[in-house]
């Protein structure tokens, strides 16, 4: 995961301004908003409603719709964890259970920077349990296959 | 120059495929041997994955699956020259699990290196689009009714009719979404095939274009799929240059672009008309039908939605005629399904065949029953919204009219396998618990429903006053069936009540006690 800029009204608005004309909606400009930032700040609704032209309430719409649009701060290595029917069949729920119990979270929360959520289908649906890792798909998986990835991407950051 | 191939498919990635294919590069520099790493998308045998090929003489030969520690052992016994070796598969094409298959639409996927047009057009690539260029869009769109051809993305909606209200719809601008939002467990074909053969769905939309009058195309990819959208990116740029996208189509002096939008987290957003709000950048709601798509569509404009591996079939079919394609399967469904064998399954992966297929060969014959080796209990097909059928009645027919008939649904394709350890009850209630997550909340059935469909199952199995509340579910499955406007609501009770009706004994255990 990359750096994230500060928040600044300026930096947004420029972020908005290179969007190109078939973008400038309001779930690209959120979406690039936190591809900038990293998530989501209230100060950002403003920004996208002022340079879209579109009432607050349709921006806060669109934000809180959206699984992946961010309320607050990202965490250092995002784990998805799938809990779909697929990974279900070859113990999700027991994989599931060992991965809250190894990091001391439940999935939806963070500890240390590592956040664990849960996410409906990954698309590896003949080798699951599925996973990904700060984008980095994960096969097979159980506990030390996740403590190997995410020890990785805590390296790349650092 | 030797060329060895390692999948870049994100399921080959998952298991190691990029630390396979640089221990190779680096094994081969050590030994001074000379090879290209290709690599290719996979062959769809995801339990053989990473699956190593090399060219030899006589054709491919494969090792699988390939772990970081099996490397050097396989470059000292000669991979090079495709040695004998404990993990050697032997000549890939001739493995009869994919020998026996009839690749169509993936007749390119595992074979060739996905962003190598000259891979694409040395096998037949963009003949397809060539005609389609050259002849009437009337004729074009005649070719896909005549082929059979409906919609993969599960609502089996004939392509051709679909195409031609379209074309005859009145607008200063028409626009092709492809729609690459899969999200049902159990499936991955629509990101294998944009991973392993973009050129293919980006010609077929490309087709779809000049065939319509459309003149601008986007791929809704959701955002699960990372490695899909940026080969479909680069893709497009490749394309682009090759002058076959763009303000002049191959010559044509007609315009088509194309370009990827990425969801944002949201299951809906598969149903089409929410797909359509969803590009509008807005929230992903269901739109009501009438009007449909074709008419008003994206921004309001005729619009033309068609699945990745319904639009992925059009350069055969319009390259090839209409009657190869439509020669292949039974009945009202025509041409080739791509299954899926996903979960509890000892060769899961992609197999393309004739619809007609039946659900048994498919599991047992080309899965090989369950991973586990613990008796199979029941098969999931279409996804979450699709039905659980016991393992008892699997001769049934693999085909739209026959399953609907079986009280199932083919969906996208998907058939997620259970061993006997699967707790039917927990399963239905998760079927409910997946519609309250992701119900757009456009319907009162759908969005209250869901939650009401937890908490009931939830008393079923702590019997709390199990028969009234059994039939409370069947009237609350009622409700959702018939009063909301897409599958969301109104199929979640399939696998429900399929789980109810096949499997009761999970319903009536004796609750544990907890102390």
């Given at each position: 995961?990359?750096?994230?800029?500060?928040?600044?009204?300026?930096?947004?608005?420029?972020?908005?301004?290179?969007?190109?004309?078939?973008?400038?909606?309001?779930?690209?400009a959120?979406?690039r908003?936190?591809?900038?930032?990293g998530?989501?700040?209230?100060?950002?609704?403003?920004?996208?409603?002022?340079?879209?032209?579109?009432?607050?309430?349709?921006?806060?719409?669109?934000?809180?719709?959206?699984?992946?649009?961010?309320?607050?701060?990202?965490?250092?290595?995002?784990?998805?964890?799938?809990?779909?029917?697929a990974?279900q069949s070859?113990?999700?729920r027991?994989?599931?259970?060992?991965?809250e119990?190894?990091?001391?979270?439940?999935?939806?929360e963070?500890?240390?920077?590592?956040?664990?959520?849960?996410v409906?289908?990954?698309?590896?649906c003949?080798?699951?349990p599925?996973a990904?890792?700060?984008?980095?798909?994960?096969?097979?998986?159980?506990?030390?296959?996740?403590?190997?990835?995410?020890a990785?991407?805590?390296?790349?950051?650092t | 120059?030797?060329?060895?191939?390692?999948?870049?498919?994100?399921?080959?990635?998952?298991?190691?495929a990029?630390?396979?294919?640089?221990?190779?590069?680096?094994?081969?520099?050590?030994?001074?041997?000379?090879?290209?790493?290709?690599?290719?998308?996979?062959?769809?045998m995801?339990?053989l994955?990473?699956?190593?090929?090399?060219?030899?003489?006589?054709?491919?030969?494969?090792?699988?699956?390939?772990?970081?520690?099996?490397?050097?052992?396989?470059?000292?016994?000669?991979l090079?020259?495709?040695?004998e070796?404990?993990?050697s598969l032997?000549?890939?094409?001739?493995i009869?699990?994919?020998?026996?298959?009839?690749?169509?639409?993936?007749?390119?996927?595992?074979i060739?290196?996905p962003?190598?047009?000259?891979?694409?057009?040395?096998t037949?690539?963009?003949?397809?689009?060539?005609?389609?260029?050259?002849?009437?869009?009337?004729?074009?769109?005649?070719?896909?009714l005549a082929?059979?051809?409906?919609?993969r993305?599960?609502?089996?909606?004939?392509?051709?009719?679909?195409?031609r209200t379209?074309?005859?719809?009145?607008?200063?601008?028409?626009y092709?979404?492809?729609?690459?939002?899969?999200?049902?467990?159990?499936?991955?074909?629509?990101?294998?095939?944009?991973?392993?053969?973009?050129?293919t769905l980006?010609?077929?939309?490309?087709?779809?274009?000049?065939?319509?009058?459309?003149?601008?195309?986007?791929?809704?990819?959701?955002?699960?799929?990372?490695?899909?959208?940026?080969?479909?990116?680069?893709?497009?740029?490749?394309?682009?240059?090759?002058?076959?996208?763009?303000?002049?189509?191959i010559g044509?002096?007609?315009?088509?672009?194309?370009?990827?939008?990425?969801?944002?987290?949201?299951?809906v957003?598969g149903?089409?008309?929410?797909?359509?709000?969803?590009?509008e950048?807005?929230r992903g709601?269901?739109?009501?039908?009438?009007?449909?798509?074709?008419?008003?569509?994206?921004?309001?404009?005729?619009?033309?939605?068609?699945n990745?591996?319904?639009?992925?079939?059009?350069?055969?079919?319009?390259?090839?005629?209409?009657a190869?394609?439509q020669?292949l399967g039974?009945?009202?469904?025509?041409?080739?399904?791509?299954?899926q064998?996903?979960?509890?399954?000892?060769?899961?992966g992609?197999?393309?065949?004739?619809?007609?297929v039946?659900?048994?060969?498919?599991v047992?014959?080309y899965?090989?029953?369950?991973l586990?080796?613990?008796?199979?209990?029941?098969?999931?097909v279409?996804?979450?919204l699709?039905?659980?059928?016991?393992?008892?009645?699997?001769?049934?027919?693999?085909d739209?009219?026959?399953?609907?008939?079986?009280?199932?649904?083919?969906?996208?394709?998907?058939?997620?396998?259970?061993?006997?350890?699967?707790?039917m009850?927990?399963?239905?209630r998760?079927?409910?618990?997946?519609?309250a997550?992701?119900s757009c909340?456009?319907?009162?059935?759908?969005?209250?429903?869901?939650t009401?469909?937890?908490?009931?199952?939830?008393?079923?199995?702590?019997?709390?006053?199990?028969?009234?509340?059994?039939?409370?579910?069947?009237?609350?499955?009622?409700?959702m069936?018939?009063?909301?406007?897409c599958?969301?609501?109104?199929?979640?009770?399939?696998?429900?009540?399929s789980?109810?009706?096949?499997?009761?004994?999970?319903?009536?255990?004796?609750?544990?006690?907890?102390?």
């Open positions: 995961m990359l750096a994230y800029a500060p928040w600044s009204d300026e930096a947004a608005q420029e972020s908005l301004r290179t969007l190109p004309a078939a973008e400038r909606l309001i779930l690209p959120l979406q908003i936190q591809q900038v930032f998530w989501v700040p209230d100060e950002a609704v403003d920004v996208v409603a002022a340079e879209l032209n579109v009432s607050r309430a349709e921006v806060v719409g669109v934000l809180t719709y959206y699984h992946d649009l961010r309320q607050s701060p990202p965490p250092d290595v995002h784990v998805q964890v799938c809990v779909a029917e990974c070859v113990g999700s027991e994989f599931v259970n060992d991965l119990a190894a990091y001391g979270v439940a999935l939806g963070r500890l240390d920077g590592v956040e664990l959520s849960k409906y289908c990954l698309g590896n003949a080798l699951g599925a990904m890792v700060d984008g980095h798909l994960i096969g097979r998986c159980d506990v030390e296959r996740i403590r190997d990835a995410v990785l991407a805590q390296e790349v950051r | 120059m030797m060329r060895i191939f390692v999948p870049r498919d994100s399921a080959a990635r998952s298991v190691g990029d630390e396979v294919a640089a221990a190779i590069e680096a094994g081969m520099r050590d030994r001074g041997l000379d090879a290209e790493v290709v690599r290719n998308g996979s062959r769809g995801l339990w994955e990473p699956l190593v090929e090399v060219e030899t003489a006589a054709g491919r030969v494969g090792y699988g699956p390939v772990t970081l520690r099996d490397v050097a052992g396989l470059l000292d016994a000669g090079a020259e495709g040695a070796h404990a993990l032997g000549l890939v094409e001739q009869d699990w994919l020998a026996s298959q009839q690749r169509v639409t993936f007749a390119r996927v595992g060739i290196d962003l190598d047009l000259d891979d694409y057009r040395e037949g690539g963009l003949r397809g689009l060539a005609r389609a260029v050259s002849i009437p869009q009337e004729e074009v769109v005649a070719d896909v082929s059979g051809l409906r919609g993305g599960g609502a089996g909606f004939p392509a051709g009719i679909k195409w379209v074309l005859e719809a009145e607008g200063d601008q028409k092709v979404c492809c729609n690459a939002d899969e999200g049902d467990s159990g499936t991955f074909a629509d990101r294998m095939l944009m991973e392993g053969d973009p050129f980006l010609e077929g939309m490309a087709i779809a274009g000049i065939a319509t009058g459309a003149t601008q195309g986007l791929i809704y990819v959701r955002s699960e799929y990372p490695d899909a959208i940026a080969t479909l990116r680069t893709a497009i740029d490749i394309a682009h240059v090759d002058g076959w996208l763009g303000e002049d189509v044509s002096g007609r315009a088509f672009d194309i370009r990827v939008v990425e969801g944002a987290g949201s299951y957003c149903e089409e008309t929410a797909m359509l709000e969803s590009l950048g807005k709601m269901v739109r009501p039908k009438p009007p449909i798509p074709a008419l008003e569509g994206l921004f309001g404009k005729p619009t033309l939605v068609n990745v591996l319904t639009l992925a079939a059009v350069p055969g079919i319009i390259a090839d005629g209409a190869a394609y020669a039974m009945d009202r469904s025509r041409g080739t399904q791509v299954f064998l996903a979960g509890n399954i000892a060769r899961g992609i197999v393309e065949l004739a619809f007609g039946t659900l048994g060969e498919l047992e014959g899965g090989g029953g369950t586990s080796g613990r008796p199979l209990r029941a098969v999931q279409g996804g979450p699709g039905a659980y059928l016991p393992a008892d009645t699997l001769d049934v027919p693999m739209y009219e026959a399953l609907a008939a079986a009280g199932g649904l083919l969906g996208h394709g998907g058939i997620v396998a259970f061993d006997d350890s699967v707790d009850a927990a399963q239905a998760f079927a409910m618990e997946f519609c997550v992701e909340g456009k319907c009162t059935p759908c969005r209250v429903g869901s009401r469909g937890v908490e009931v199952i939830d008393r079923i199995t702590a019997g709390v006053d199990r028969e009234r509340n059994l039939v409370l579910l069947e009237d609350l499955c009622t409700t069936t018939d009063g909301s406007l599958a969301m609501g109104g199929l979640t009770p399939l696998p429900v009540r789980a109810l009706a096949h499997f009761p004994e999970d319903f009536h255990r004796t609750p544990e006690v907890t102390s």
